[in-house]
């Protein structure tokens, strides 16, 4: 495609998935970013049932639905999610009317992990969405003004909650419009249109691999300056260390085939052997200050998990509790099993739930692994990946899954047969 070429949507998935994410400070505004984000992944899902419902034997091959096996196994994992929720429920005698409420967050959730990837099986074009989250990134550099000055002058925090919060959702800062945000030690950080300032962090990375992608140098400058700019206006450790470890990984993950880097990473090994001493005390002394940067913060963060972890072990190793709770003051009431996506599933939905998203991570990066060889959009899938798992470690990945969504159908079409991708150059 001629990297000056104006792209525009061609098809109804494309259309969806183009104006849901150009208008996202529109529907931020609105406070309906968490119901779009939620919802476009289930209308996708039953177009892509309904194209594979009407075609035929007499449909061209190249129009035909063929669903990758590692999508599949998405689906199913998402779908124990649900068995072990319920699960989980009955084994704490939760009322009926909880199990409900419970399966709606999951069906905007965790089953937007399965949604999503499968909605690369339709006709969309990776580099339509490379180029919407570059014109995002845009937005926010223009706003970049206003958010440096609105706490200078002392302007409220919050502007006002949308009254769409109506319809449901895991808490108000999901619907409400910011202009900054104080957290619980003082500092003032950015969160834009994310619930929180780790989220946005979150975000920037997935639109950072997405907009090294952008053929197009003044968008893909826009995109790489903007989500740049979002990984430290929020002021995340891990967003900033994502930053870095992402593009490197994935240089080399995605070279294996090439005999300089397999000589490159067998002379590292081989180094790193005899520097592990020093290796390790590096290593050991950059932690410790990652850690000392937001004590409170890590503190909070270790207690909750140490909370999960022995809560699961000795109250519902199977199935989990089925639902959140509230933790005590020395947590500062934050949600037990927040904050660590793996310890969370441990206490919500158990061992089973565990496995639930392990399995499908890891056939995803078997996949992608050997696809990333050689295509172009299974290397950056490969890159959302690797975020996804980095960010298991601080964040829960299903409850930010409507932001990060156009991540998870570059994914997903990643995981398509090569014969619909194109190598990389």
Not at 31 to 36: D, M
Not at 94 to 118: F, V
Not at 147 to 154: C, F, G, K, N, S
Request: a positive charge.
């Amino acid at each position: 495609m001629n990297a000056n070429q104006t792209i525009k949507p061609e098809n109804f998935p494309e259309k969806l998935v183009w104006y849901s994410t150009i208008w996202t400070y529109g529907f931020f505004l609105l406070g309906a970013t968490y119901i779009v984000g939620s919802v476009v992944g289930w209308i996708l899902f039953f177009y892509l049932l309904l194209k594979v419902w009407l075609q035929t034997e007499e449909t061209p091959e190249s129009e035909k639905i063929q669903i990758p096996l590692v999508s599949w196994v998405w689906a199913i994992g998402m779908l124990v999610m649900e068995v072990a929720l319920i699960m989980g429920h009955l084994d704490f005698n939760l009322p009926t009317s909880q199990i409900i409420k419970s399966s709606i967050g999951w069906a905007k959730g965790w089953a937007s992990l399965a949604l999503y990837p499968i909605a690369g099986c339709l006709k969309i074009r990776p580099e339509l969405l490379y180029r919407a989250v570059c014109i995002i990134c845009f937005h926010t550099l223009l706003l970049s003004p206003l958010l440096i000055i609105a706490p200078i002058l002392h302007l409220p925090e919050i502007l006002y909650v949308s009254p769409l919060k109506a319809v449901g959702g895991p808490g108000t800062t999901f619907f409400d419009v910011s202009l900054y945000e104080v957290d619980f030690d003082g500092q003032i950080r950015q969160r834009l249109f994310t619930p929180w300032g780790p989220a946005l962090g979150f975000l920037g990375n997935v639109y950072f691999a997405m907009a090294l992608r952008e053929k197009n140098k003044k968008w893909r400058r826009f995109g790489i300056i903007g989500s740049v700019y979002m990984c430290f206006i929020c002021k995340s450790r891990l967003a900033q260390v994502a930053l870095v470890l992402t593009p490197l990984f994935i240089f080399f993950l995605s070279r294996l085939t090439r005999p300089i880097i397999l000589m490159f990473l067998g002379a590292s090994s081989v180094i790193s052997g005899l520097l592990s001493v020093t290796i390790l005390d590096a290593l050991d002394a950059f932690w410790t200050k990652f850690k000392a940067a937001r004590a409170d913060s890590t503190r909070v963060r270790m207690v909750l998990k140490e909370i999960a972890g022995y809560r699961w072990q000795t109250e519902a190793p199977i199935w989990g509790h089925g639902i959140v709770e509230r933790g005590p003051h020395i947590v500062e009431y934050m949600p037990i099993g927040s904050h660590h996506t793996w310890y969370g599933l441990l206490f919500v939905k158990g061992i089973v739930g565990f496995y639930a998203l392990i399995v499908p991570m890891v056939a995803s990066l078997l996949v992608l692994l050997v696809k990333a060889q050689k295509y172009e959009v299974a290397r950056t899938g490969l890159a959302v990946l690797f975020i996804l798992f980095l960010y298991t470690f601080g964040e829960n990945l299903e409850i930010l899954a409507y932001l990060y969504w156009p991540g998870l159908i570059v994914m997903g079409i990643g995981f398509q047969p090569n014969k619909a991708q194109r190598p990389q150059s």
